[in-house]
């Protein structure tokens, strides 16, 4: 996350017939969904609440229906079952511990073990001083309280020292493979002064992979067998690294349907970036800022370039290879739409930018991007600090204005690309 400065036309059937579309999942209507994308407008998902700083929600993998987010000073909340209550339960609370001590610390990122109705697992990422470091760290749900974490059984997975107060990451998720992904920036004070992005011995700057199930050595987790480093120690190469060469990675997911790796990578002074993310990928920063050149770079160098870009002004943005996109200053990085409420958004990723509140949606198909459009204009301005996904695949917005959002389809017609 970074300060301000820090999705066919519709066939005529389908304004007719949504209760039935509504019943058929994102493959069915692929093929109808194809050449628009549907006009939304964003609702409050609870109205009389507000959360302060939310920076991610989840559903409990566990057949609860409760839902958590996460507040940047500290705290976990169950969110009311009832759209219209008023208060949250507090599931956990390291306010105590202060990890909101800079603009981009703070408590980061959940993520619920995928076994977790059995064994009640769930991790957290947050900010830590003296010396400054980001905590990875598992907790154990209480034996006398479902809705409680228990404080006492925290035990730490990994801890990464920090050397500056931003480009953290933060995001952390479990793969189709059962296997914890999580997103770590390169260090932060900008233009990666460090060069920790290109450098494999370090694990700024890169998503790592690690088995919270097992132990490698001394470690306090496992590295898979496959991970695209391992056998390279001897070499300096961090075994733990799945990918390499971000700045700061500002949320990432996984499509449920296709099992591909999102992640929207948040630039320097000119370009915004969204990823997909594969193993040993290698996506160029510092050398590097979106499709373009950032620093020189050694003759033999190789990346994996964005699959889109947005640039931080209009004059900028006639110049990229998405001129009808509209600018912004911060990306955040969102989900595939895999839900059933709004068929017409099925297949496609959800991003936003935090400073401008705009929110966007595109269509990637056979390595290209084959559509993209505004779905929710900047009026007012949100700042959309990231997105959560219930176990239906319904998405929800989360802004610094204190309210979790959802979409609402505007009319029955479609935005034109």
């Not at 390279?232 to 961090?238: L, P, Y």
């Not at 050694?298 to 900028?316: G, M, N, Q, V």
Request: some cysteine; glycine content about 10%; aromatic content about 12%.
């Amino acid at each position: 996350m970074r300060k301000a400065c820090y999705k066919t036309r519709l066939h005529s059937f389908l304004g007719c017939s949504l209760t039935l579309l509504t019943l058929l999942d994102c493959s069915a209507v692929r093929a109808i969904a194809d050449e628009a994308f549907p006009a939304l407008e964003l609702k409050p998902a609870f109205p009389e609440l507000k959360v302060k700083q939310p920076l991610w929600l989840e559903e409990a993998p566990d057949n609860s229906k409760r839902l958590f987010v996460i507040e940047k000073d500290g705290r976990i909340l169950i969110l009311p079952h009832d759209r219209n209550g008023k208060e949250a339960k507090v599931f956990l609370d390291i306010v105590d511990r202060k990890p909101n001590q800079n603009y981009e610390e703070g408590l980061l990122g959940m993520a619920f073990h995928p076994d977790f109705k059995k064994n009640h697992k769930f991790y957290v990422y947050y900010s830590q001083l003296d010396p400054k470091r980001s905590v990875l760290s598992e907790f154990t749900v209480s034996a006398t309280d479902p809705d409680k974490a228990d404080l006492a059984s925290e035990r730490i997975v990994i801890e990464v020292p920090m050397v500056y107060g931003n480009h953290n990451g933060g995001t952390l998720i479990f793969g189709p493979d059962g296997y914890l992904y999580i997103s770590i920036g390169d260090g932060g004070k900008g233009k990666d002064p460090h060069e920790f992005g290109q450098s494999t011995r370090f694990l700024w700057g890169k998503i790592l992979r690690i088995d919270v199930n097992s132990r490698s050595g001394h470690l306090q987790y496992g590295v898979p067998k496959d991970n695209p480093f391992v056998g390279k120690s001897v070499e300096g190469h961090r075994a733990e690294i799945w990918a390499y060469g971000l700045r700061n990675p500002w949320r990432m997911s996984f499509d449920r349907e296709t099992g591909e790796l999102w992640a929207a990578d948040v630039g320097q002074d000119k370009w915004e970036e969204i990823d997909l993310i594969v193993k040993g990928g290698n996506y160029g920063w510092s050398f590097r800022e979106g499709f373009h050149s950032y620093k020189d770079a050694p003759a033999d160098a190789k990346w994996i370039d964005p699959i889109l870009e947005y640039a931080h002004t209009p004059a900028l943005q006639k110049e990229c290879k998405f001129p009808e996109h509209s600018v912004g200053t911060s990306i955040t990085g969102g989900y595939v739409y895999r839900g059933k409420k709004l068929p017409a958004l099925c297949g496609t990723y959800v991003y936003a930018d935090f400073a401008q509140g705009t929110v966007w949606g595109l269509r990637y198909e056979k390595g290209a991007v084959t559509a993209n459009a505004t779905l929710v204009k900047a009026n007012p301005v949100r700042p959309i600090t990231s997105f959560g996904q219930d176990q239906d695949g319904e998405i929800y917005l989360l802004s610094f204005d204190g309210k979790i959002y959802e979409f609402a389809a505007k009319t029955s017609e479609p935005v034109k690309k």
